[in-house]
């Protein structure tokens, strides 16, 4: 597009004269400039300048818009344009009263500015934007201090129906109580903003940006804000800069040399200054037209930035501090910032930045994820202060189980784990178009939002539970005999303890000495000798039974080999070949699946050995190994003072620990649990209610009575299967929030 003249604003057109707060303002303006790239603000640039009733100024960047509509073609989706070219200021007035405005062009030449106008903002009940909480940083709350606590799924991008889709989606979510989501602007299609030329004719490149993919986020965030869903706004993905599989886009990506762009290699997008600026321009335009929405939660400058082609710690810390802080410059309404990780180590010192706003795990393969991730929660918030969650999660990289939990355990798991782990949010899981939609597991999220429904999260100081004395009520059934599960998390290329020669000593208890060495990543000979870490397990069988080594993924830089001795005796002895030799060199998942070995009753040595070119991933099962007496349930459980929290004590979920979705796809049929009871310590003194929910339905079942002594509150559960969960409550204290 060129227009000719020096800078001059023709016409401005506001929406409406009045709008409720929180709504949106928009004015289409015609202009005339001398210009070649309307996305470029170098080349021209136009600017909303609103005073707020008490005399604030606030600078907001228009954006060139041209209209689309949209068409059901069989079950796809079909946009046109719809000839309507322009240019558009949106605003989202905060407080009530008259709102002055007036709007400035630069062409590089020349600079106009237009008459002022006004409007007029109604008062409305919007909660508003989401903020930290400023009476509990781990926690987030609205503008209007109402709590927010996230509850939802990932919903990246839709399938071949295009926005029809989030039709659906959005209905689904918001009528089960979900109040989050999360979608990608790149690099992939139907949302992707940058993107190189298709042919001659295409107008698509860096520092261009596809208008009808931004019609439909127009369409998709409009959707969201009428049924209070808010959205991470994903700015990329680690994809963009990825060169070898898995699911590499470089050799799409406008940034690349071939494709005209600034950068030989993938690592140079964090430091070549042409890809910063290029970088700072795609804010800008993000600010510009969507930043008024408050359906945007958040940006997210990354999806899994530590798995790109090469990852480097000293550049990508400074990036994300400055794009941070240009983003917060730009963003007049100061929207949350994140960024995220695979798995959940990350880089801690980004995620200690102050520049972002909250942090975020993924996990992928815990057989009890709640477990594992309530455990880096309380790690996460303890070590960063800041409000944290799963920003992913799911069975497996490739949906291993996900299929075969058809009731969705793993996802009622991971919903309910976030819940009483200090985080400001449900785990997310992932798979939402191929699991959750076809299953219809929307209703799973409803009772977790009937729970958390109204508990000030961001006002008590809610703190991890002081559990203890966990056994059965009455008469204690006979001792029993279940499957041990050593599902190592520890893993790297590092010298690390875990990775070198160590010996275990597994006690019918359960526990494993010494903890935390054993290893995820099983280190061969050849490619990281001095990484080679065999383990050696010292086992006392109380009948015979089996030792069974789990492979999750092969390296495929040269495969592996798996040798297990049993008394010195070698008895399984599988080559794991690479086929393609130095060809390709993504994971291979052909060798994946149980490799099991007879053991004879009594005490016996194991020794497992990777004896091959290179690693292999490992799990451990021991069925029928651990001799149990306790009632075998997982206590989870925050407290915070009552006199902060509306009579508020604690919140408890109880699971079986054997309800997992790696037992249901075992084939496990699943024990009832006996009656038992547990300890709450530093509850202060007096009567309190335990009111018992049923975890499926997001309904009271039961109130027992209980009185707190020296600090001490005995909590008695019944009959468990599954899950329940439940609420403590000061017995005569004003509730606000109780059902």
């Not at 969650?389 to 784990?417: P, Q, V």
Request: charged content about 25%.
């Amino acid at each position: 597009m060129t227009s000719h003249g020096p800078a001059k604003l023709i016409a401005v057109h506001p929406n409406a004269e009045t709008v409720p707060t929180y709504g949106k303002f928009e004015l289409s303006v015609n202009l005339q400039g001398e210009f070649t790239n309307p996305f470029d603000p170098e080349d021209v640039s136009l600017d909303g300048h609103f005073i707020t009733p008490e005399g604030k100024e606030q600078i907001v960047p228009g954006f060139f818009y041209w209209g689309w509509e949209r068409t059901k073609v069989g079950a796809a989706e079909k946009v046109t344009p719809t000839g309507e070219v322009c240019w558009r200021v949106r605003y989202c007035p905060a407080v009530e009263g008259e709102h002055r405005y007036y709007l400035t062009v630069n062409d590089g030449k020349t600079e106009a500015r237009s008459a002022e106008g006004t409007f007029r903002a109604t008062k409305s009940q919007h909660p508003g934007l989401v903020r930290i909480a400023r009476g509990n940083p781990l926690y987030l709350e609205c503008d209007s201090g109402a709590p927010y606590y996230a509850i939802g799924e990932n919903v990246c991008w839709p399938g071949g129906g295009g926005t029809f889709d989030y039709d659906n989606y959005w209905k689904k979510l918001a009528d089960n109580g979900a109040n989050y989501a999360r979608i990608w602007v790149g690099p992939f299609d139907c949302f992707s903003l940058e993107r190189i030329k298709r042919d001659d004719g295409d107008r698509a490149g860096l520092g261009r940006y596809d208008l009808a993919n931004s019609w439909r986020l127009d369409y998709v965030l409009d959707e969201a804000e009428k049924l209070g869903i808010r959205v991470m706004f994903c700015i990329d993905s680690f994809n963009s800069l990825r060169i070898k599989d898995p699911y590499p886009a470089w050799q799409n990506c406008p940034y690349s040399a071939a494709h005209g762009g600034p950068c030989q290699t993938p690592e140079d997008f964090f430091t070549n200054p042409q890809a910063l600026e290029f970088f700072k321009r795609r804010l800008r335009y993000l600010v510009a037209r969507w930043s008024y929405s408050p359906a945007v939660l958040s940006w997210e400058f990354w999806n899994e930035v530590n798995i790109i082609e090469r990852y480097i710690s000293e550049t990508s810390v400074p990036w994300h501090r400055d794009m941070a802080r240009y983003l917060r410059q730009l963003d007049p309404y100061d929207h949350l910032i994140t960024t995220s990780w695979a798995g959940h180590q990350g880089d801690p010192k980004v995620d200690e930045l102050p520049e972002l706003d909250y942090i975020q795990s993924h996990q992928y393969g815990a057989r009890d994820a709640a477990k594992f991730m309530s455990e880096v929660c309380y790690e996460k918030a303890e070590r960063f202060k800041k409000p944290h969650y799963f920003g992913e999660f799911g069975t497996g990289t490739l949906a291993e189980g996900t299929r075969e939990d058809k009731d969705g355990i793993h996802l009622h798991n991971g919903l309910w784990s976030g819940v009483v782990s200090q985080a400001c949010g449900t785990a997310m899981l992932w798979w939402w178009d191929n699991y959750v939609e076809p299953n219809n597991l929307y209703s799973l999220l409803k009772p977790v939002a009937e729970f958390v429904k109204g508990v000030p999260f961001n006002k008590a100081e809610f703190r991890r539970a002081q559990v203890g004395d966990l056994r059965y009520a009455g008469t204690a059934p006979p001792a029993r005999l279940e499957a041990l599960n050593l599902d190592p998390d520890r893993g790297s290329w590092e010298p690390a303890p875990f990775n070198q020669p160590n010996t275990f000593v597994v006690s019918t208890d359960g526990t494993v000495e010494p903890e935390g060495r054993l290893a995820r990543v099983f280190h061969g000979t050849r490619n990281h000798p001095t990484l080679h870490n065999p383990a050696t397990f010292e086992v006392d069988y109380p009948a015979a039974g089996k030792f069974i080594v789990t492979v999750t993924g092969v390296s495929g830089h040269g495969g592996a080999a798996l040798k297990v001795y049993l008394d010195g005796a070698l008895k399984i002895d599988k080559d794991f070949a690479d086929p393609d030799g130095a060809g390709k060199t993504d994971t291979l998942n052909e060798y994946n699946g149980d490799y099991p070995l007879d053991v004879p009753q009594g005490k016996h040595t194991l020794r497992v050995v990777n004896d091959g070119n290179d690693w292999l991933y490992v799990q451990y099962r021991l069925p029928d190994y651990r001799r149990r007496t306790d009632p075998g349930v997982q206590v989870y459980a925050l407290q915070c003072d009552p006199a902060k929290a509306d009579g508020l004590a604690a919140l408890v979920w109880l699971k079986n620990e054997r309800y997992n979705w790696f037992n249901y796809v075992q084939g496990e049929e699943f024990r009832q649990i006996a009656p038992c009871q547990f300890t709450l310590s530093g509850v202060p003194e007096g009567q309190y209610e335990v009111e018992w929910w049923d975890t499926y339905t997001g309904k009271v079942t039961d109130r027992q009575q209980a009185t707190a002594q020296q600090g001490m509150l005995t909590v008695v559960a019944g009959k468990l299967l599954n899950d329940v969960a439940c609420k403590v409550w000061r017995s005569g204290a004003t509730r606000t929030v109780r059902p």
